[in-house]
């Protein structure tokens, strides 16, 4: 299996630099600021941690599928949220984390040799690691031109979409979701997008656009103007670890299409791929709770609020980063060069080489780490 070397690897160096950081400022701190990994810091909501403990007793095995109530309260979730009502229940399925049905969905499709799997130019290297477990060929492509006048023999088998971006931040409007959608159905393409950000949208409502502002989310793809009234394709994929500070549970879902998530339950049955009873609890918990949600998007709003001026006034250009958990930055040089002149100041950021040729010039800075770090990271650029 030709797989590339884990990237975080080759961050080794820089981040050995960044934690020697030593300032004589009590504001800047000592050590290092990690704002390379999305990984929250904040602590679990109380009601999901609840919901977990009432479901500690587990001696039989879970379901599969997911339990009834469970696949019902996320379908909920997408009609309340994400303006998408017409979900069935019947395809919902919860997942052990986004990233392993990321990795293993052309498999569980049925990819093998001589199929495409297509997805962003700047984009989470796992979609490109999923279609090499596959046997299948990766394709990083921004537009549908990109694969020329393609027939349904020619045209890849499944599309990857990312909306908000890891890790640009960039959001997918309705009208381009719908042209998208479109396309793939006219060659028989799946269309999976990736939409574990939407919580996070830092866009004004003027930038949503008209109509749209009223809308708690980013567009999903299963949104009935996007869809035309049919999951027919499509499946939307969807994790609580940002929204809800749950990374360690692995608790996500996948929705969409019930055909289509159909054979993704058969294989997983076989496959012992279960998402832990207590943990389906606490995603139902997770679900059905926008209070937390709000209170953590709030945290994150101001945390963003402070680190994206001291960015600045370090030199570094932001772009797209209309929503999500990032700041995609650039200074106009290599991103390995912007790591190391961070890494200086104590403070390490994944380079944008991570993500694609084209993010060479940029580096992804997360918000997740503590009130205090982001200040000393700020106090550190600000110097």
Same mark, same amino acid.
């Given at each position: #299996?030709?797989?590339?070397? %884990?990237?975080?690897?080759?961050?080794?160096?820089? !981040?050995?630099?960044?934690?020697? %950081?030593?300032?004589?400022?009590?504001?800047?701190?000592?050590?290092?600021?990690?704002?390379?990994?999305?990984?929250?810091?904040?602590?679990?909501?109380?009601?999901?941690?609840?919901?977990?403990?009432?479901?500690?007793?587990?001696?039989?095995?879970?379901?599969?599928?997911?339990?009834?109530?469970?696949?019902?309260?996320?379908?909920?979730?997408?009609?309340?949220?994400?303006?998408?009502?017409?979900?069935?229940?019947?395809?919902?399925?919860?997942?052990?984390?986004? !990233?392993?049905?990321? @990795?293993?969905?052309?498999?569980?499709?049925?990819?093998?040799?001589?199929?495409?799997?297509?997805?962003?130019?700047?984009?989470?290297?796992? +979609?490109?690691?999923?279609?090499?477990?596959?046997?299948?060929?990766?394709?990083?492509?921004?537009?549908?031109?990109? %694969?020329?006048?393609?027939?349904?023999?020619?045209?890849? !088998?499944?599309?990857?979409?990312?909306?908000?971006?890891?890790?640009?931040? *960039?959001?997918?409007?309705?009208?381009?979701? /719908? *042209?998208?959608?479109?396309?793939?159905?006219?060659?028989?393409?799946?269309?999976?997008?990736?939409?574990?950000?939407?919580?996070?949208?830092?866009?004004?409502?003027?930038?949503?656009?008209?109509?749209?502002?009223?809308?708690?989310?980013?567009?999903?793809?299963?949104?009935?103007?996007?869809?035309?009234?049919?999951?027919?394709?499509?499946? @939307?994929?969807?994790?609580?670890? !940002?929204?809800?500070?749950?990374?360690? +549970?692995?608790?996500?879902?996948?929705?969409?299409?019930?055909?289509?998530?159909?054979?993704?339950?058969?294989?997983? *049955?076989?496959?012992? #791929?279960?998402?832990?009873?207590?943990?389906?609890? @606490?995603?139902?918990?997770?679900?059905?709770?926008?209070?937390?949600?709000?209170?953590?998007?709030?945290?994150?709003?101001?945390?963003?609020?402070?680190?994206?001026?001291?960015?600045?006034?370090? $030199?570094?250009?932001?772009?797209?980063?209309? /929503?999500?958990? +990032?700041?995609?930055?650039?200074?106009?040089?290599?991103?390995?060069?912007?790591?190391?002149?961070?890494?200086?100041?104590?403070?390490?950021?994944?380079? $944008?080489?991570?993500?694609?040729?084209?993010?060479?010039?940029?580096?992804?800075?997360?918000?997740?780490?503590?009130?205090?770090?982001?200040?000393?990271?700020?106090?550190?650029?600000? @110097?």
């Amino acid at each position: #299996m030709d797989l590339p070397d %884990f990237p975080w690897d080759s961050l080794a160096p820089a !981040k050995e630099r960044a934690s020697s %950081f030593v300032s004589p400022d009590p504001a800047q701190g000592e050590g290092i600021v990690d704002l390379s990994v999305g990984t929250p810091v904040d602590s679990t909501p109380e009601v999901v941690q609840t919901a977990l403990r009432e479901a500690a007793d587990a001696p039989g095995y879970p379901q599969t599928w997911g339990t009834p109530d469970l696949r019902e309260g996320i379908a909920q979730w997408f009609a309340r949220r994400r303006g998408a009502p017409g979900v069935d229940p019947a395809g919902v399925l919860p997942t052990v984390g986004s !990233k392993e049905l990321v @990795a293993w969905l052309p498999t569980l499709l049925g990819l093998t040799a001589g199929d495409t799997v297509a997805f962003p130019r700047v984009a989470y290297p796992t +979609y490109d690691v999923g279609a090499r477990i596959a046997g299948a060929t990766p394709f990083a492509a921004d537009a549908t031109t990109a %694969f020329g006048p393609t027939t349904p023999a020619s045209a890849p !088998k499944l599309l990857w979409l990312n909306t908000p971006s890891n890790p640009t931040g *960039k959001v997918l409007g309705v009208e381009h979701l /719908a *042209k998208v959608v479109a396309w793939a159905r006219e060659r028989g393409v799946v269309v999976a997008s990736d939409e574990c950000y939407a919580e996070l949208d830092w866009r004004t409502e003027e930038a949503r656009g008209e109509g749209y502002e009223a809308l708690p989310t980013t567009p999903s793809i299963l949104d009935p103007r996007v869809t035309g009234g049919s999951h027919e394709g499509l499946l @939307a994929v969807y994790s609580t670890s !940002k929204q809800s500070n749950l990374a360690g +549970y692995r608790a996500a879902f996948v929705a969409g299409d019930p055909a289509l998530v159909g054979r993704l339950l058969e294989v997983r *049955k076989h496959a012992g #791929m279960i998402v832990p009873w207590p943990v389906q609890r @606490a995603l139902l918990a997770a679900v059905g709770d926008d209070a937390h949600v709000a209170a953590q998007r709030e945290i994150y709003r101001a945390r963003r609020e402070v680190l994206r001026p001291a960015l600045e006034g370090f $030199g570094l250009r932001i772009d797209d980063s209309e /929503a999500g958990l +990032y700041l995609w930055a650039s200074a106009g040089e290599p991103s390995r060069v912007t790591v190391d002149r961070l890494a200086q100041r104590g403070i390490l950021v994944a380079p $944008g080489d991570f993500y694609g040729a084209a993010g060479e010039q940029h580096v992804r800075v997360a918000l997740t780490a503590t009130d205090q770090r982001i200040a000393m990271s700020a106090a550190r650029l600000a @110097a």
